[in-house]
């Protein structure tokens, strides 16, 4: 193995050990809130308040200064060490300064703005619960306007091979949450209170999230200082790459609140719903995918156009990517209520909340399920447009993620009313409800829908649906385009065709179990049986057909448990 491989895989482990940490501390905070909120309408306010400000964050945050900035700021780094000079410095004082200037506009326009925006976004809510979400998203508009320069923070670290430190931070914004869930929890304080204390947990997150990577920063950043002089080398580069990549972050943008809008004309719980099964959904894309993107990314940018070099990054990465999205995607298939259901309602059980129970876990697991049959094309693409950023063009995936976002509101929007009127009653979906039949595009009655009281609906599984097909349609565009920005073939299919087996009979063991009565155990020992189980099948065949990553997991495991 190369010394340039060795350093891939090792960064692309420290990217995935933060992000594990910082995941598995999001999982214990919405394990919290499941259990004190539920998916009441208390709970679809917060979340709306959590998404709205969300924008930010997007539209500024990581995704964009990783088309922009990273690629910009890895090659003056380069430059600076031959030459030992401290452009690079210099030119990350500029975009702090502009940041700054231009989210703090932002969050003022949010906080003044917030009944209006909230009004426009999530149209669908309504009374208190429309009250409430305005009142939270006051507060969290501004924690999220510290976490763009938290995204600041994490480019210039991750250029300088400080890894862990960056992906690790969300750990401090979690943390505020679940210290305040849990204060709650105890007090048995009401949802609407208990919910604006903890979009206060937000704000106070963001702080810790963007002060702990302070000190770090300074210490790597040579000449850093925090201007707004937009002359500087390197600034006019950044600029003509950020304004399409915000474009494109734009899109991604408009597909949340498309989502946050349509949801809110479904039953009440849906937005929550939603909410807690993206945490699952995006669990394996942080912690398998965007490791190894992240770590690829300034490596790639320092290469320029090296065709065959960046083709064997590409296939290699999602070779090592693949290996586990393929498992989670058929566990999140087969038995997602069941993993719902050991996550979130253990917690309340065990603090005598009663807010997340079967119900919901059937919900949340079927909206799981369905995100889940594009999760290999999500976690394919995060790869290429890291590729496709290196080597400067944040124009064709913004192009993309426009056809992408029609693509799944359209199959979103025809599913989803239709699928409202599938309830949920004792852990098991009943068939359609008496509701008077809405044309295609039309919702249920308000009565229905806005009723916390009325048993859960299906709809937000046709907007989990949706997201799924424009996923593999983002892929193969994506490809494409790469393919015909290096004049070569993409191969991307290689590492499925060893893992069809291995997932067939995982589902098949995982499907079996789940179906059979262990109702005996715990839920989240139920579950660790049936994970373990489908695990074991899928690893021992993946090594029988020759999987390299099979191979590594099992010689990693090996020596963590020969050693002690």
């Known amino acids: 193995?190369?010394?340039?491989?060795?350093?891939?895989?090792?960064?692309?482990?420290l990217v995935a050990a933060g992000i594990f940490l910082s995941r598995i501390s999001g999982l214990i905070r919405t394990s919290l809130l499941a259990a004190v909120l539920g998916t009441s309408a208390a709970a679809t306010a917060f979340t709306t308040a959590i998404r709205i400000p969300n924008v930010l964050q997007n539209l500024l945050g990581e995704g964009v200064l990783s088309a922009s900035f990273i690629p910009v700021y890895a090659k003056q780094v380069?430059?600076?060490?031959?030459?030992?000079?401290?452009?690079?410095?210099?030119?990350?004082?500029?975009?702090?300064?502009?940041?700054?200037?231009?989210?703090?506009?932002?969050?003022?326009?949010?906080?003044?703005?917030?009944?209006?925006?909230?009004?426009?976004?999530?149209?669908?809510?309504?009374g208190d619960t429309f009250e409430l979400a305005v009142t939270l998203t006051r507060i969290t508009f501004a924690g999220v306007g510290l976490l763009v320069l938290s995204a600041w923070c994490l480019g210039i670290l991750n250029t300088h091979d400080r890894f862990f430190l960056s992906y690790t931070a969300p750990v401090m914004w979690n943390a505020a949450q679940i210290a305040v869930l849990a204060f709650v929890a105890l007090r048995s304080w009401g949802q609407a209170d208990a919910a604006e204390a903890v979009a206060w947990a937000v704000f106070v997150g963001s702080a810790l999230q963007l002060l702990i990577q302070?000190?770090?920063?300074?210490?790597?950043?040579?000449?850093?200082?925090?201007?707004?002089?937009?002359?500087?080398?390197?600034?006019?580069?950044?600029?003509?790459?950020?304004?399409?990549?915000?474009?494109?972050r734009g899109v991604v943008q408009l597909s949340a609140f498309l989502d946050l809008a349509l949801a809110s004309l479904l039953h009440v719980s849906a937005i929550?719903?939603?909410y807690y099964a993206q945490?699952?959904?995006?669990?394996?894309i942080s912690v398998f995918a965007m490791s190894v993107a992240a770590?690829?990314?300034?490596?790639?940018?320092?290469l320029g156009h090296d065709p065959p070099t960046i083709l064997f990054r590409v296939e290699r990465g999602f070779?090592?990517?693949?290996?586990?999205?393929?498992?989670?995607?058929?566990?999140?298939?087969?038995?997602?209520?069941?993993?719902?259901?050991?996550?979130?309602?253990?917690?309340?059980?065990?603090?005598?909340?009663?807010?997340?129970?079967?119900?919901?876990?059937?919900?949340?697991?079927?909206?799981?399920?369905?995100?889940?049959?594009?999760?290999?094309?999500?976690?394919?693409?995060?790869?290429?447009?890291?590729a496709l950023y290196a080597q400067g063009d944040t124009r064709g995936p913004a192009i993309i993620a426009v056809q992408r976002v029609i693509v799944a509101t359209a199959v979103g929007v025809v599913l989803m009313f239709q699928l409202d009127r599938l309830l949920v009653v004792d852990g098991l979906v009943s068939g359609w409800d008496d509701v008077p039949w809405p044309r295609l595009l039309?919702?249920?009655?308000?009565?229905?829908?806005?009723?916390?009281?009325?048993?859960?609906?299906?709809?937000?599984?046709?907007?989990?649906?949706?997201?799924?097909?424009?996923?593999?349609?983002?892929?193969?565009?994506?490809?494409?385009?790469?393919?015909?920005?290096?004049?070569?073939?993409?191969?991307?299919?290689?590492?499925?065709?060893?893992?069809?087996?291995?997932?067939?009979?995982?589902?098949?063991?995982?499907?079996?179990?789940?179906?059979?009565?262990?109702s005996i155990l715990p839920a989240p020992i139920e579950a660790m049986v049936v994970l373990v189980a489908g695990g074991a099948v899928y690893v021992f065949l993946a090594l029988a057909w020759g999987v390299e990553e099979a191979r590594r997991l099992v010689k990693v495991a090996r020596n963590v448990f020969g050693s002690n």
């Open 295 to 302: 770590a690829e990314l300034p490596v790639m940018s320092r």
């Open 279 to 284: 945490t699952l959904y995006i669990l394996p």
């Open 214 to 248: 302070l000190p770090a920063v300074f210490s790597v950043a040579r000449g850093l200082n925090i201007s707004l002089d937009t002359t500087r080398a390197g600034v006019g580069e950044i600029w003509r790459r950020f304004v399409p990549a915000v474009l494109g």
């Open 442 to 518: 039309e919702p249920i009655e308000a009565s229905f829908r806005v009723n916390d009281d009325l048993p859960l609906r299906m709809g937000a599984v046709g907007l989990a649906l949706g997201s799924a097909v424009g996923a593999w349609i983002e892929l193969s565009l994506l490809r494409r385009l790469l393919a015909q920005n290096l004049g070569r073939h993409v191969h991307l299919m290689r590492p499925f065709r060893a893992l069809v087996v291995p997932s067939i009979a995982a589902a098949v063991i995982m499907l079996g179990l789940h179906l059979a009565d262990l």
């Open 272 to 274: 929550a719903a939603l």
């Open 319 to 386: 070779g090592r990517i693949g290996f586990y999205i393929c498992f989670v995607a058929v566990a999140y298939l087969t038995a997602g209520a069941l993993i719902a259901n050991g996550l979130f309602a253990t917690i309340g059980d065990l603090l005598g909340r009663d807010a997340f129970g079967d119900d919901q876990a059937v919900q949340v697991g079927l909206i799981l399920g369905a995100y889940s049959l594009g999760l290999p094309a999500l976690a394919a693409s995060r790869l290429l447009q890291n």
């Open 1 to 13: 193995m190369t010394t340039q491989t060795t350093d891939s895989v090792r960064n692309s482990t």
């Open 78 to 126: 380069q430059a600076d060490t031959r030459n030992n000079t401290e452009e690079a410095g210099q030119t990350a004082g500029v975009v702090a300064g502009l940041l700054l200037v231009l989210t703090s506009l932002l969050v003022l326009v949010g906080v003044a703005g917030a009944r209006p925006i909230t009004r426009a976004i999530a149209w669908g809510l309504k």
